[in-house]
T-cell receptor
């Protein structure tokens, strides 16, 4: 069964450094998402992406965050200057269709630890 | 915005028993309600979903019910097995809004 893959599985970064989290969505999917889950808290929506544009973002997704689809297969989340509170699990998801009421398929996440 | 509440936070059942997890939502415009299962070290896996034009949906041992009037939906697992042990999340979203809101999760333990 096709799946979303994320790398690395665990990233340790010094506060203030830039970090890039990578995702390969399911190949025929056109809609891509990033979520985060701080330890012990809910999974939170960050951003959705379609047709090389951000289609929606939450209040969490401020200027330190950016997303990119640098080629036909990868989808990345960049955090420009990491803070301690950015420590969390980051999940990438994709869906074949958009509109908010479509099944989203998640990767296994990247655990980001900021020191 | 949408707020999804989920309970219980933990649930322990004997193998073979049924398990029920309940969620409520606040936005009456929400029309899509997926359930995810998350095993240790893995991402959320979609196990079943329901749309607002349907009151109940079943897939083998798993069923979901939706009460639009009361704004709540439930996951029912029958004949539980140890491999059903995981954290289960409900979520809600609506058309033209990709901001899917999740419940806090229920840790289900099935004792052999």
């Amino acid at each position: 069964e096709p799946e979303v893959t994320q790398t690395p599985s665990h990233q340790v970064t010094q506060m203030g450094q830039e970090v890039i989290l990578r995702c390969v969505p399911i190949s025929n999917h056109l809609y891509f998402y990033w979520y985060r889950q701080i330890l012990g808290q809910k999974v939170e929506f960050l951003v959705s992406f379609y047709n090389n544009e951000i289609s929606e973002k939450s209040e969490i997704f401020d200027d330190q965050f950016s997303v990119e689809r640098p080629d036909g297969s990868n989808f990345t989340l960049k955090i420009r200057s990491t803070k301690l509170e950015d420590s969390a699990m980051y999940f990438c998801a994709s869906s074949a269709q958009g509109g908010g009421n479509q099944p989203q398929h998640f990767g296994d996440g990247t655990r980001l630890s900021i020191l | 915005g949408e707020n999804v509440e989920q309970h219980p936070s933990t649930l322990s059942v004997q193998e073979g028993d049924s398990a029920v997890i309940k969620c409520t939502y606040s936005d009456s415009a929400s029309n899509y309600f997926p359930w995810y299962k998350q095993e240790l070290g893995k991402g959320p896996q979609l196990i079943i979903d329901i749309r607002s034009n349907v009151g109940e949906k079943k897939d083998q041992r798993i069923a979901v019910t939706l009460n639009k009037t009361a704004k709540h939906f439930s996951l029912h697992i029958t004949e539980t097995q140890p491999e059903d042990s995981a954290v289960y999340f409900c979520a809600a979203s609506r058309s033209n809004n990709n901001d899917m809101r999740f419940g806090a999760g229920t840790r289900l333990t099935v004792k052999p």
